[in-house]
């Protein structure tokens, strides 16, 4: 059993005045170094090669088509339904005006919403001069429609009725300037 000690006031007073010199010793101490966290390691489950996880695709848009379009949900609407989350999409256009990366965030079987990862305006001076300007001729086509300027992949009549070859040629060196820009 224990026994009850009556202290005087002095013994009580010393015995506060130590406890208080022990605390502020504990206090003063450097602190003790907590230890570090080890770094975790990545299951090997968990990386995979980028051709096994996601699909990279090539989309050349139709001429005129503009950014905000092929952005729009139903934009792919006829290839939603092959598109997985995280799936790449290069977005080129016919005029070679612009070329966006797209980013396949969710997808249906026929929308597809995409995250705008990087996107380029490029120039004349980015395209080889062979893919911006379709190939062109004049020609003589009897004399009604005299000398002509024809696009040569579809055959498109572009000008007639020029007097001489001369002014057929002028003709298609401003019209090239125009698209060239």
């Excluded at 997985?84 to 997808?107: F, G, H, N, Q």
């Amino acid at each position: 059993m224990a026994e009850d000690v009556k202290l005087t006031r002095p013994q009580m007073e010393r015995l506060v005045e130590e406890a208080n010199k022990q605390a502020a010793a504990v206090a003063a101490a450097p602190p003790v170094p907590a230890k570090p966290k080890p770094v975790p390691q990545i299951n090997p489950s968990r990386i995979q090669l980028a051709e096994v996880l996601r699909q990279d695709w090539v989309c050349t848009a139709e001429f005129g088509t503009t950014l905000a379009e092929v952005r729009d949900e139903s934009y792919f609407a006829h290839m939603a339904a092959r598109f997985k989350p995280y799936d790449r999409i290069e977005v080129r256009t016919d005029s070679s005006e612009w070329l966006a990366e797209l980013l396949v965030m969710e997808c249906g079987r026929n929308w597809a919403r995409t995250a705008l990862l990087q996107a380029y305006r490029l120039t004349t001076g980015d395209i080889a001069r062979t893919q911006s300007i379709p190939r062109h001729r004049v020609e003589y086509k009897g004399p009604h429609w005299r000398y002509c300027v024809i696009r040569e992949s579809d055959e498109a009549l572009l000008s007639k009725e020029h007097q001489q070859r001369e002014q057929a040629e002028e003709w298609l060196r401003n019209y090239e300037k125009r698209i060239i820009g």
